[in-house]
């Protein structure tokens, strides 16, 4: 069984930032890409940041030059939020894509998400 586990979650000013964390456990022996998605009350679960696991990363452009992303390990990836907007108000989630298990090959999995809110 594979599970995402995500922390650093919280309330900040504009301006502020804010640090979100996610590690991946179980018998893991692959994973291909981890990252960042988002979902503000009535809208849709948007991509934030992608790394793959060569150390290719992209971003939304609405939080290019703001949001780094990094995998600091095969199976652990953050999330550095510098500058925020009010508008970066969500829960973020955590994905694994592309994860290899003994028994399984090419699945996805969520982190259960963790609130940012960013007030003005």
């Known amino acids: 069984q594979v599970q995402l586990v995500e922390s650093g979650g919280g309330l900040v000013q504009a301006g502020g930032s804010l640090r979100l964390s996610c590690a991946a456990s179980?018998?893991?022996?692959?994973?291909?890409?981890m990252g960042w998605y988002r979902q503000a009350p009535g809208k849709q679960r948007e991509l934030v940041a992608v790394?793959?696991?060569?150390?290719?990363s992209n971003y939304a452009d609405s939080v290019k030059g703001r949001f780094t992303i990094s995998r600091d390990n095969a199976n652990t990836v953050y999330l550095q939020m510098n500058s925020l907007k009010p508008e970066d108000t969500a829960v973020y989630y955590c994905?694994?894509?592309?994860?290899?298990?003994?028994?399984?090959?090419?699945?996805?999995?969520w982190g259960q998400g963790t609130q940012v809110t960013v007030s003005s």
């Open positions: 790394i793959i696991s060569g150390g290719t």
């Open positions: 994905n694994a894509k592309g994860v290899v298990t003994p028994l399984t090959y090419g699945e996805d999995y």
């Open positions: 179980g018998s893991i022996i692959s994973i291909g890409s």
